[in-house]
């Protein structure tokens, strides 16, 4: 496995629960800035046996790629709801559940 593959697995490891990241800001900090669509191919060819928190990458506005109403698609949904995160029409609010988001609404709730 290339080491740039490798951070990039790193870096969705990393997405802790009720959290989320975008395709984007995993390329950023995996060291690939501009790479999104190189995190999309990886999560599409993630090896046998390595787990990785797949559901908890969106799009930059938040949405889910997936197609809606797919198998996938109603998955990630699941998936996201039961850690807490709100999905409403596929769509999350990045501003409250993105990796960045703010550290006191993070900490507190607020």
Sequence with gaps: MQDS???VYAAIAAIPPGRVAS???????AGLP????LV?????EVP???????FRVLRSSGEIALPRGSRGFRE??????A???EVKNGRVALSAFGLDANLDRAL???
């Design 40 to 44: 999309g191919r990886l999560l599409g």
């Design 5 to 7: 593959h490798a951070r």
């Design 108 to 110: 507190w709730g607020m």
């Design 83 to 85: 850690e807490g995160v």
């Design 76 to 81: 990630q949904v699941r998936r996201l709801r």
């Design 34 to 37: 501009g790479r999104a669509r």
């Design 48 to 54: 046998d046996g390595m787990e990785l928190p797949w």
């Design 23 to 29: 395709y984007g800001a995993i390329a950023a900090r």
